[in-house]
């Protein structure tokens, strides 16, 4: 997603959103296909536009996804709901050749694996995430070098109750570049923003699903807001509650 044009109050500025996507390209006269994975970016980077597209702020740095870091991936991480959801699949799940709708059995299957190997891909995350932290909470005259560098690294896994042979972190110090590439103590960013997604999807389910009603409610709490709200106040304002951990651990088959 890029946002060309920022929506403005102040400018009198409309939005200009566009969504770019590579994907594979299809044999001479075939159509071209895609894949779960890039079904799921595709609506995810569709969510990041709608995030500019309904912004209704006043001042340009404010606009769309001008929000901060743990916050700006969770509407578009709500918007991957709509992949799987019934009314939405059977207009573009069909089989190329027959035009048949994607059984039921088939999506049960693709959902199903969502939930493999999640304890392991969980603690790899967290325990980069917490590294990722732990480093920033020393000075500057404190930060180790050399052999020292990995005595840090294993004790502050100890620490945070997460040193295990058998699940390393996902990077460690000597390679993990988000620490300086802007993540800045922000690596915990996605599964924060996951607990919000989870947490919403819930609420979607609970109040009928896909509902103008629905879509309104999210749009003006929360998608026309960008960084014009502190970002909890704009998740309350829609939710109606604090954020719970519950629907991450049942969507991940944690629970």
Same mark, same amino acid.
């Given at each position: 997603? #890029? ?6 109050? #102040? ?11 590579? &994907?594979?390209? /299809? ?14 970016? +595709? ?6 536009? +709608?995030?500019? @597209? ?26 991957? @709901? ?19 709708? @994607? ?7 693709? $959902? ?8 392991? *891909? ?5 325990? *980069? ?8 909470? &020393?000075?500057?005259?404190?930060? /180790?070098?050399?052999?020292? $560098? ?9 620490? *945070? ?15 993990? +570049?988000? &620490?300086?590439?802007?993540?800045? *103590?922000?690596?915990?960013?996605? &599964? ?30 929360? #998608? ?11 998740? !309350? ?10 629907? #991450? +651990?049942? !969507?991940?088959?944690?629970?």
């Amino acid at each position: 997603m #890029l946002e060309y044009v920022s929506q403005s109050d #102040l400018l009198d500025q409309a939005p200009v959103v566009a969504n770019h996507m590579n &994907i594979t390209k /299809p044999p001479r006269g075939e159509p071209t296909l895609l894949t779960w994975t890039q079904v799921n970016t +595709l609506f995810h980077e569709f969510g990041h536009a +709608l995030h500019g @597209m309904f912004s209704d702020v006043k001042y340009p740095t404010f606009s769309g996804t001008n929000v901060p870091r743990d916050f700006v991936e969770y509407p578009s991480q709500v918007n991957q @709901m709509w992949a799987a959801w019934p009314e939405v699949l059977r207009n573009y799940a069909v089989h190329h050749e027959t035009g048949e709708i @994607m059984p039921q059995e088939l999506l049960d299957k693709v $959902l199903a694996t969502q939930t493999f190997n999640q304890g392991f *891909a969980t603690t790899e995350y967290l325990a *980069a995430s917490l590294l990722d932290q732990a480093w920033h909470q &020393i000075g500057p005259d404190k930060v /180790p070098s050399g052999e020292e $560098l990995l005595a840090f690294e294993a004790s502050a896994l100890e620490q *945070a109750g997460v040193a295990m042979d058998e699940i390393p972190p996902r990077y460690r110090s000597t390679y993990f +570049l988000h &620490i300086t590439g802007g993540y800045s *103590a922000g690596y915990y960013a996605y &599964i924060w923003s996951e607990v919000l997604d989870a947490d919403s999807v819930v609420w979607f389910k609970e109040n009928g699903g896909m509902t103008r009603e629905n879509g309104d409610h999210f749009r003006k709490t929360l #998608l026309s807001r960008g960084g014009a709200e502190d970002p909890m106040i704009q998740f !309350r304002n829609f939710r109606g509650a604090e954020p719970d951990i519950e629907p #991450l +651990l049942v !969507r991940r088959g944690l629970k």
